[in-house]
């Protein structure tokens, strides 16, 4: 079974930063893109951040773009996302997920197959 | 960057009743289009992907379609599990992926 587990989540004062972290397991990491989404409280989904089965390439949100930066270290199967500068708008839960693919044919298409349970960031002072 | 609208965003249904949810594109997706749920305090589930393949696991009761600009979710016999709020997310062009604003449905 595949499993994605989140950590690092805390209270952080704002302009602070924060390191989060997910352990993946029951999958061959390195062969699979990765991103982060949010929610803020009482809110809808965010997309922040992407990144390539490699690590070579990433992908931001607009919102989090410079602040945020998205890493992976496939020989310990986990991903991290370092939070800087961060703001009150960054207060969230964090998921972890795993991007699927599926080839029409025709082309490749995207979608999130599996996610973590979260780890709650509130930035407060 | 896509915006994707759903409608509506909120709506009361009884156990048995036939639920649709309407998702549109600021511009066309072709199909790429995926719909999740998610229940209180819990991570979201893929529900369907490329607009109308079912996720394996779903039940047939959950159905997609739609291409362009205009998606639908159905929900044939609403269940009590099925009691959530549901996103859809455009997939169109990585990474601006992009959620709609969610549907919450509750019993009526």
């Known amino acids: 079974e595949v499993q994605l587990l989140e950590s690092g989540g805390a209270l952080v004062q704002p302009g602070g930063s924060l390191r989060l972290s997910c352990a993946a397991s029951?999958?061959?990491?390195?062969?699979?893109?990765m991103s982060w989404v949010r929610q803020a409280p009482g809110k809808g989904l965010e997309w922040v951040s992407g990144?390539?089965?490699?690590?070579?390439?990433?992908y931001y949100a607009d919102s989090v773009k410079g602040r945020f930066t998205v890493s992976r270290d496939n020989s310990k199967n986990t991903l991290y996302l370092q939070m800087n500068s961060l703001r009150a708008e960054d207060t969230a839960v964090y998921y972890c997920?795993?991007?699927?693919?599926?080839?029409?044919?025709?082309?490749?298409?995207?979608?999130?197959?599996?996610w973590g349970k979260g780890t709650t960031v509130i930035v407060s002072s | 960057d896509i915006q994707l609208t759903q409608s509506p965003s909120f709506l009361s249904a009884s156990v048995g009743d036939r639920v649709t949810i309407t998702c549109r594109a600021s511009?066309?997706?072709?199909?790429?289009l995926a719909w999740y749920q998610q229940k209180p305090g819990k991570a979201p589930k893929l529900l369907i992907y490329?607009?109308?393949t079912l996720q394996s696991g779903v039940p047939s009761r959950f159905s997609g379609s739609g291409s362009g600009t205009e998606f639908t979710l159905t929900i044939t016999s609403l269940q009590p599990e099925d009691f959530a709020t549901y996103y859809c997310?455009?997939?169109?062009?990585?990474?601006?992926?992009?959620f709609g604003q969610g549907t919450k449905v509750e019993i009526k």
């Open positions: 997920a795993k991007d699927g693919t599926f080839w029409s044919g025709y082309g490749y298409y995207y979608y999130i197959d599996v």
């Open positions: 029951g999958l061959t990491f390195s062969s699979y893109v």
């Open positions: 990144i390539s089965d490699s690590g070579g390439n990433t």
């Open positions: 511009q066309g997706i072709s199909t790429y």
């Open positions: 490329a607009a109308s």
């Open positions: 997310q455009q997939l169109n062009r990585y990474p601006s992926w992009t």
